[in-house]
């Protein structure tokens, strides 16, 4: 009887390990209370779904993003609303207390980094690439990249454990052509979770219904009701697929799929971190190829 209980015991501690073990850990890093719902919303709420552990992390607080509102009432405003989101998204949603327009690249906050990643025992990172048209922007590219390799280095930050082995860093898309054209190197549907995405995106309301608006001259134009913003913020944000991400999305799902994809979201691989192999991004995006 007592060999048996042993037996029991053994299998139902092993299956435990088994399941954290393929559990995937990601961590997104934008600079502001939103960046990461924009860029990787729809990939992190598939990720979810199926169980995996995902964090997001603004570097600044978000107190500058506000025609009328700002400090310390606007933070409190956009945290209120990062939580909500990532209660949308099904993520945790850090933010950190770091002034809004003002990010710098120190070593604190490379520091900060480091740790959250290790914590989060990460195997994905994704982050901004360097070249961008806001300084908060390009300063959280630089933390993330030189975070990069570091989060393996026990003498660096050595009151959190280093990670076994460096994750694979990757790039959020973006527009900007020099030096170099993002390039999609991984791209994942997001069809299914398009309108979770836009809802996550929603809870930021100071942003997708106020200030950016504002900043565009058509505040007027916002609708009063939720149903109708959502619809609204849908048309607004719908991510665009180009020839490049076409060919990307043909290459991890087929041509045939690739037909009924209406939205997806790419990253570029950063070549700082670990280098996957292609059946190694198959199991980091176990969405692949769905
Ligand atoms: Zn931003």
Known sequence: MKKLNLLLLILLFSSFFLAAQQKINVVVIGAHPDDCDVRAGGTAALFAKAGHNVLFISVTNGDAGHFEKGGGALAKIRMAEAQESGKRLGVKYVVLDHHDGELMPTLDIRLQIIRLIRNWNADIVIGPRPNDYHPDHRNTA???????????????????????KNPVFLYVQDRFQKPTPFQPDIAIDITETFNQKIYG?????????????WTMGKLDEVPKTEPERLEWLKN????????????SLTKWYGAEKTKSIKYAEAFEICEYGRRPSDEEIKKLFPMLGK
């Not at 995106?201 to 608006?213: G, N, R, T």
């Open 236 to 247: 607004w944000r719908k991510p665009y697929i180009n020839d490049k991400m076409k060919q």
């Open 201 to 213: 995106m929603a809870a930021h309301e100071s942003q997708f219904f106020e200030w950016l608006p």
């Open 142 to 164: 630089v933390l993330v990249q030189d975070a990069a390799y570091m989060v393996i280095v026990p003498n660096v930050a050595p009151d959190t454990p280093p990670l076994k």
